[in-house]
């Protein structure tokens, strides 16, 4: 047993303790409380690391590490352009990962690994398009959730998907479970959605989509027009899949489908109404924000105050390299103090980047938080600890610098600073 003692602990599913402590053992958090408890308790080692703040290891719940080497790329296939809108950027997607050669994915992905680690990331909601690579994550120190993505409007090829799916989701093995990834209302037809979901609710595993990203989105859901309709379902020979005009929502949709309940992730929810928001709520369904994605891809902006008020569970992701630049949470965090500092205060985001993002994935009964029985997930922060009594939340945002990242109760290397997952701009070391 070890004790990691520090100037404060934040548990996240409890206060801050001041002059904190944890004691880990065989990879797991055995106790929490103040240095003293916990050395009277064992008389174990301590690990003493005055002005630090212990918190847990973050969790982010959506992203797609494959696609971590995309950037590069880009430059590689000759398609280094910044696309004008939303379609544009998927037409870019496609024609660069059908140019990749075999292994290139492989090495995208380990680097995404590494790269999260690095910024303090010990759990992931991932998307995955290749299955080939499932046996890659059994190698990885992360746990969370990987979802197996799926796409389509061929019955043929839809039945022979999901029939892909279930197969894999038997065979996977490793720290991260399962889970299934209908990608949006507009690619996945109505029978494959119903299949994942039935799937879903048999294996008792939770499916993410990707809803009300963009405002082509709403308008194809409406009448079936734009850019979706007219780029996007050519290109994929999708034309006679086109649906007549539905006059609905995302939301509203994939209600009446009856595929929306707890179990559900909805990913980014920029364009989401007051009404989609009430059946969101209704349903159980959690939505994870993608806040600098979203201003990449000049989508817009989730509306944060509407979905805090109605009470929907909310998580962070940094969604991946292809339209973001760089895999940290904290990049995350510090892009919302900026831009919504009126509707989250420093303790909202540091919960909705751990215990909120592993409740989101179902996984809190394992990390997210510091408590006895789950995972040794944990950070060191220098620099940070309040020396007036103050809330240690402000000030470890605002002053903190990561030191040290422990996976189940290991260490992994220090961060070097700066680095390449941090603007300059940034106290948040990650």
Known sequence: ?????????????????????????????????TVAELRAASGAAVTDLP?????????????????????????????????????QWIQQVVKIKRALHPGELELSLREGVRMSIESGTTAVGDILSDFHLVPLYGDSPLTGRLFLEAIGHDPMHCDLLLQKIEKTVGEMQGGLLPGTSPHTPHTVSAPLFKGLHELSRRLGIPKAVHLSETAEEAAFMHDTTGAIAELLYPMAHWEQYLPHPMRTTSTSYLD??????GSTLAIHAVHVTPADVAILKERGVSVVLCPRSNQRLFVGCAPHHLLKAAGIPLALGTDSLASNDSLSLWDEIRYLQETASDAFSAEELLVMATLGGARALGIEKRTGSLEAGKRGDFLVFSGCA???????????????????????????????????ESRPDRRVQA
């Open 386 to 420: 309040p020396s007036d009594g103050g809330s240690p939340y402000p000030s470890l945002l605002e002053k903190g610098r990561l030191e040290q990242v422990f996976i189940a109760g290991e260490s992994f290397p220090k961060p070097q600073s700066p680095t390449a």
């Open 51 to 87: 002005g630090c703040v212990i918190i847990p290891g973050l969790v982010n719940a959506h992203t797609h590490l494959e696609l971590t080497h995309f950037p590069a790329w880009k430059v590689r296939k000759e398609l280094d352009y910044l696309p004008r809108n939303y379609v």
């Open 1 to 33: 047993m070890q004790i990691y003692a520090a100037s404060y602990v934040l548990p996240i599913s409890s206060a801050p303790i001041a002059g904190g402590a944890i004691a880990v053992e065989n990879g797991q958090i055995t106790a929490v409380g």
């Open 256 to 261: 009446q489908l009856g595929v929306l309940d």
